[in-house]
């Protein structure tokens, strides 16, 4: 594997605006590397991953036509706490790793792995170099989720409690984006964290 290049990590709840983050990122030529992509393709059908879900969770979390019912096994793993780890203990690795191989290949000049799991995870990658955390306030995650997934209140309760907090995250950042104003100040807000990392990559 090639040496890995100057590695950001993206990390914040769930409905905080990563992906709007990310985009602008990608913009401005950061290498982006998505945990979630990477998370569906490694339980695609055909995939070893899907036949160890199958095998741990049963055949009703494929649907019809033989793929992950992922809606499904979500409701029946965030009502579970022993149940969420041990599909992350089949997912997780398999992301990382790819991960790392996309990130070694990566002719970008830094790297940005969007890993929403990152404080939950964070012994899995202590390569990486910086972590910036994008956060806004429970109360709006919660009806961006509610409003996103068309889930109720109480679902939306269930992922975020199974989620770091705020707090937590800060602990491992080194970098805070406050999502919470308008379009422009996102834009400026990444155009200058963007420098920054230019910065220290070189």
């Known amino acids: ?31 982006i590397i998505d945990a979630d992509i990477i998370a569906r393709e490694v339980v695609a059908r055909g995939q070893p991953a899907l036949d160890e879900i199958v095998e ?21 793993v965030f009502s579970d706490d022993a149940a969420r780890r041990r599909l ?17 290949r990566s002719g ?15 012994a899995d990658y202590g390569w990486l170099h910086r972590v910036l955390v994008v956060e806004v306030p429970r109360a709006l995650q919660r009806r961006r989720l509610v409003a996103r997934d068309r889930i109720d209140a109480g679902l939306a309760d269930a992922i975020l409690d199974a989620q770091a907090s ?7 950042a080194d970098d805070v984006l406050e999502n919470t104003g308008s379009l422009a100040e996102l834009d400026a ?14």
Do not use: C
């Open 166 to 172: 705020n707090e937590e995250r800060r602990r491992i």
């Open 1 to 31: 594997m090639n040496a890995l290049p100057f590695s950001v990590a993206l990390t914040g709840g769930i409905a905080s605006g990563k992906s709007a983050v990310a985009d602008r990122f990608a913009a401005l030529g950061a290498g």
């Open 189 to 202: 807000a990444v155009r200058a964290l963007h420098g920054r990392y230019m910065a220290m990559a070189s």
């Open 56 to 76: 741990v969770f049963g055949a009703e979390t494929l649907d019809r036509d033989g793929h992950l019912d992922r809606r499904g096994l979500r409701e029946r």
């Open 88 to 104: 992350e203990a089949i997912v997780h690795p398999r992301v990382r790793a790819a991960i790392l191989q996309q990130a070694a």
């Open 108 to 122: 970008a000049p830094y790297v940005m792995p969007v890993i929403p799991l990152l404080y939950e995870r964070r």
